[in-house]
């Protein structure tokens, strides 16, 4: 059975999706983040020596870093779903918007957090951070225009990645500037098994 390592207000929520999506055999370990410094817990180097979430154990491997974990999960569970045949542009493109979730639109959004968590006036990277996601979340919104979803016209793993920047855009207060942006969440919205993940991340904390 498959275990992940799931950190409450983390990315991790995504994989819940995945797994919700794949149907298959499941288990939660659940880790509260330090209520002072919003750290991960130190119990989770035990699983990977980052100390990161999310991590996810099947039979004997351990695999970390979620956009890695989500191609792992479709290639193995997925049957051919969630993700285009590779070979094909449509896969290029998703592995594409796959990994831009965690690298191009992910570090303007940290960068914002922290810079807001820090709360000392910066020479440079609060004015950086925003032109950054002003750059990155418009063309993220202008992908989307006449689309349902990133790829294919079906949800994919791609989707399931990209779902944390729309919710970090909506949690900035900036989702109202991009309507095919906020569209596009209310379309993932309508799958069940995104709403049973809501569910089970709140019943984790």
């Known amino acids: ?26 288990q939660v370990e659940a880790y509260n983040r330090d209520s002072v410094t919003f750290l991960a817990p130190p119990e989770l180097k035990s699983i990977h020596p980052l100390g990161k979430s999310p991590v996810i154990e099947d039979n004997d491997l351990v695999i970390t870093e979620s956009g890695a974990i989500t191609e792992y ?11 285009p045949e590779q070979g094909t542009k449509a896969h290029t493109e998703y592995l594409q918007w796959l990994h831009f979730a965690e690298s191009s639109a992910m570090l303007p959004l940290l960068l914002k957090m922290f810079v807001s968590k820090d709360g000392a006036q910066t020479n440079f990277l609060a004015d950086y ?39 970090v855009v909506a949690k900035f207060g900036l989702i109202e500037h991009y309507p095919n942006i906020q569209r596009y969440g209310e379309q993932l919205k309508t799958h069940q098994a995104f709403n049973r993940a809501e569910q089970i991340e709140v019943k984790y904390g």
């Not at 290639?75 to 993700?83: D, E, R, S």
Request: glycine letters at 6%; charged letters at 25%; a negative charge.
């Open 1 to 26: 059975m498959i275990t992940l390592h799931h950190l409450n207000q983390s990315r991790s929520k995504r994989i819940i999706w995945l797994l919700e999506e794949l149907d298959v055999p499941y």
């Open 73 to 83: 999960l479709i290639q193995t569970y997925g049957n051919g779903k969630f993700a």
């Open 129 to 167: 951070a925003d032109a950054e996601i002003k750059k990155v979340i418009s063309y993220f919104d202008s992908s989307l225009e006449g689309k349902t979803y990133l790829v294919d016209e079906k949800l994919t793993g791609a989707d399931i990645m990209m779902s944390f920047v729309v919710e």
